[in-house]
């Protein structure tokens, strides 16, 4: 069996581990248009921020590849598939055939379409190694960095930035910083605390043309600046498969299995789009679990172990200056709240279960949240009010509680009968 | 793979399981000079609530959400047994986010903390277990 | 009030360089002696309300505690001691009874104590029992005088009902009420693994402890709590209580407050009302009354349970238990005024009674001299605490002993003798849930059966020692003791000579 | 009270046709383990010796003086019709002294007094017995069974042979033994056999269960006056044999009773009966080193500790069978043996006399 893997990153990871359970012998191939040994995405703001480095950013072990004996071939890109002979086209001509093949193509960095944009010095966009790297270079005492958007990206890269002596000014079209995942009140909260943290921010503006390096705002407000990170947000990377015409539509389609509407081809990770259980709806998430688990259950799929992932939820822990977000499922649905102008939490429940939740500051026990949701956990079988307030088995039945912790299986409990004394 | 396993019925609350873990994790000798002054932060922690208790540390479940979801590869598991590698963790969280059974907890340093059943630190039955009074966290094989 | 005429007792010390503030102590202590001063972040201990039961003091991760006696002191002599002077002011403000725990703990002759065993030399060798076999194994129950024949000349070899036991040890009366349900439990697996007997005691029997029935010994006492036909014909024999060493002429009082839902339905009582057990049998008023409950009760189950009879060793014991032998029973247990009570008057547990040994030697003597010993196996209790004392015990002439001081020690008892309270931190002697868990029977089987077979590795070194490998080779056999510091009546009533005779 | 506790020699001779032979032979077998023998007792009993008079009770007995004589004589003609009474014959010899007065009746109980005693006639032989060893100062009956007598002494056993001029009286079994007591100064009663009615006991070995032993018998009227192994034996097998009706193999599953492991391992009727037998006589196990000869009228039976701590050898040639201590003690006497071997720890060897049941 031939394996061949077009991405180098989380999804291809959980590919590669999941074929390895299941096939010890096939081959894999791994195709990545970066250079790299796999290295963790989110941790680049980390490097800015040096809390890490190249090393320590590897996902997996430097004996990742040779353990699970795959081919690697970096730096190369897929050019296109072709399905009738099942090989894969790369730059350089090589064509690569597969018996089962998994995109796992990650997403680009939306470039927005501002005028003078191409005139601006020193402007980066800030997904990949390579993106921090340039950024870093471009960095100089009390330089002004304007940051295009104010999500998870922009205000990661920022904390990224923060320890480096320069000023971080960040815009956003929305009103609210994380727009995507916080409502209005957690968003206040949190943009009171980057500004504590020297952020500053325009929000609710959009840039509306760049002078050199200067960005015009809707208000005719005029920001200078030296560096500009692009963090608008991403796109899928759906080519290769839009190409072959397989179903895409922001992102790639694919069914629980992973697959995509094309036999023996899959796709997994920030280039697909999938069914978000805690709403129901096709979307795309853009999410390191997700793309693992996304990933792994196309390798099982591949290796010939029919495996089912449908658990997909958007979820985000993400700390900004040692204040931690946890954020799960969807807005919808009545809400159990609490907050102290600080920390911060909300639930959102409808129809018997729990929707999704916003944590800020007290993030004890999310999982315990995230999981009713993930499982559709009927509230009625749990206290709710307790749960509530206090995340925690204590919530649950104690027979749920005894199968979670193990306590009621195997009991010993002696002889019942012993050696009987009666004659 | 022998597991640690924890009977609420037995539980007495005593919290002296995360006694017992929180000085395992100090390497020290001595129980007072480790603990004497320090308000402790185990892996296992006891829930209670109008006369239940039980004591929760990590199950290191078969298909672990946390290991799947670490975004650094800082948590594996190896020959069944999760464990972090703390100089990988840069305290994104993301496994207390994933965790059903809120068994991860962040550490004095940021990077998380969770139960690796002492491996790290001692040979044997985890420390919580052999500090529990009434048998009610135990480290057995059940098969899985 | 004002007047504080009682001391406590014992004072509980803590290093305060050890207290790691873990509270476990403060949350172990049903008695609250223990309290965490959140303002200094230190603990404290109320010595008041202390009882020495050293649960904190077990409990503590880092032996931070320890409880002395007070060194509080009256002006005492050898007269008025200060135990005598404060249970003058204990009466003196309640007008009350004084009511205690457990066993005798006066300063009377301890007479296993003043035994010794034999070891063969030279001309017998003792038998090791590494190397061969060595048997415990007891028969209780009446043994016929005569044997009969088939047409084929083979012995018929019908008995009257026997018991086997795997060592000649069994757990003695425990009510479910005065102990907990987990502490029952404990005991009937335990008995069960180890092929041995336990006893109900007069509460009845849990529902869920029937399918330990065949180690099981059903009592009926003088409140019938909890009898009917089912526990009856539960057991594996059935015992008349008719007294208790701990507390003779006495009966026995259940607090309404330890009547629960459990205890109630075992009973057979209404809940939260006190279980009175009366000083008397009302049906037994005398020797004849008795053999007809023996004769009911045998009656009552087909004639294939052991009836035991259970009398607490007063000063015509021999007469009594010849009486008793002639009554149909099939074993008589005789209970020694070291005997355990979850409570008891303390005048009546401190000056009634005989200690064991004395009155398990005249009644064995009594039954061989009248020639009936073989109707009856004699059950020996009140205050057997190791190995040797069963081994003395068996050598004075007792088939078998009860323990239940010990099998609660074993359980985690210790001995603070405050059962009467009902807030055993160790989950005994409680009705209290919180408490009650406390004792794991997991945990407390196996530490029951560990001490018994620990006795039983023990037992059987002594016998090799002695050159015996059979048990029954013991029983009775007075020979292998020998008296130190006792005087010439004391020797001749257990029938033993003195050391170096 | 002070006990006997001794080392000692055993032998025994039997013919299984109930051939008469001399006493000499015992004698020589039993001087071979003189070795075991510190001369403080030694006995024999014979059988069959007194054809003439095999339907009286022999009363063999020791007297210190006269006047314990005259008493007992008194005693005896109240109970008894004295066919005819002797002194014992002996033969003065150095190695023997401080002998008592020995003397022998022939004697049937009186009707009357059996009638009214309401015993059975051995019953009331027994009775008799232990009244006069309780109740007569200085006076002893050492043997008391029919057609056989027990000849003992303080003294080497070939020498207390010597004494009785055993070599004159011929029967189908002897037995006999050699006394090595440890603690207790010798005394012409204590020395072996222990003899009741017709069963003698000679025994080597030091009994464990003595005192269990002991206490459990004397509830059914015997009295152990002379605190010695054999005697409590002899009773045992008295009660059991003659009062209880087991057989000589069920007695030898009470004194020697298997382990329950190896009686868990038996078929279930033999299980059950030994199970039944441990329980039923569990007082009367023996613990401790023994190997006894226990002579009868009509035969013989030899038995070991379930352990084996005393060796005990048998020998058999043709009609003859031999049980001794030692192999030596055989050869000495019949060295063309057909057969030889050791009884296993336990197993009781039973012989008796064609035509005679036990």
Redesign the interface.
Known sequence: MEYVIIGNSTAAVGAVEAIRRNDKTGKIVIISNEKYHVYSRPLISYLLLGKTDEERMKYRNDDFYSEHRCELKLGRTAQRIDVQEKRVILDDGESVSYDRLLVASGSSPVVPPIPGLEKVRNKFTFTTLDDAKSLEKALFENARVLILGAGLIGLKCAEGLSKRNVEIICVDLSTRVLSSILDDQSSEIMKQHLEDHHISFYLGRQVTGFKDNVACLDDNDEIPFDVLVLAVGVRPNVNLIKDIGGKTNRGILIDERCRTSIPDIYAAGDCCESMDISSGQIKQMALLPNAYMQGECAGMNMSGVDCIFDKAIPMNAIGLFGKHIMTAGTYTGQTYYESDGKDYKKLFYSNNRLNGFILIGNIEKAGIYTALIREKTPLDTLDFELICKTPGLMAFSRETRAEKLGGVINEYLGSPVGISCVE | MKRVYVNEKWCLGCHLCEYYCAFASTGETDMARALKDIRINPRIRVEECEGISFAVSCRHCPEPLCVKGCITGALRKIDGIITVDRNRCIGCYTCILSCPYGAVSPSEDGAIQKCELCIKTHEGTPRCVLGCPNGAIVFEERGE | MAVEYIQPEYEVVRNQERCIVCRVCERQCANQVHEYLKDSNRMVADDSKCVNCHRCVALCPTRALKIVKSPHTFKENTNWSGKAISEIYKQAESGGVLLSSMGNPENYPVYFDKMLLNASQVTNPSIDPLREPMETRVFLGAKPERIERDEKGRIIRSLPPQIQLSMPVMFSAMSYGSISYNAHESLARAAAELGILYNTGEGGLHEDLYKYGKNTIVQVASGRFGVHKDYLESGAAIEIKMGQGAKPGIGGHLPGEKVGMDISRTRMIPEGTDAISPAPHHDIYSIEDLRQLVYSLKEATGYKKPVIVKIAAVHNVAAIASGIARSGADMIAIDGFRGGTGAAPTRIRDHVGLPIELALASVDKRLRDEGIRNRVSIIAGGSIRSSADVVKAIALGADCVYIATAALVALGCHLCRSCHTGKCNWGIATQRPDLVKRLNPNIGFRRLVNLLTAWQHEIKEMMGGMGINSIEALRGNRLMLRGVGLNEKELEILGIKHAGE | ?Y?N???CAISGIISRSGKRFSGERIIESVATMRERSNGLGGGFAAYGIYPEYKDYYAFHIFYNDNAAKKECETFLEEHFDIINLSRIPTRKIPEITDEPLIWRYFVLPLPTKLAASQLDEREYVVRCVFRINTGIDGAYVFSSGKNMGVFKAVGFPEDVGRFYKLEEYEGYCFTAHGRYP?NTPGWWGGAHPFSLLDYTVVHN?????????R??I???GYKCTLLTDTEVIAYMIDYLHRR???TLD?ICHVFA?P???TIEGKPKQER??LK?????F??L?????FSIIVGFEGGMMALND??K?RSMVVGEKDDMVYVASEEAAIRIIQNDLDRVWSPMGGEGVIVTVEGVKN
């Not at chain 4, 196990?285 to 080193?289: C, V, Y």
């Open positions: 009270m006990r506790v001794s080392g440890t070995g030091e009994i464990s269960s003595y005192d269990a032993n206490r459990s004397e509830m059914y209880i009706g087991l069920e009773a382990f329950w492991s059950e009966e039944f037998l441990r329980n039923v569990s007082s196990l023996i613990t401790g080193p379930r352990l701590l």
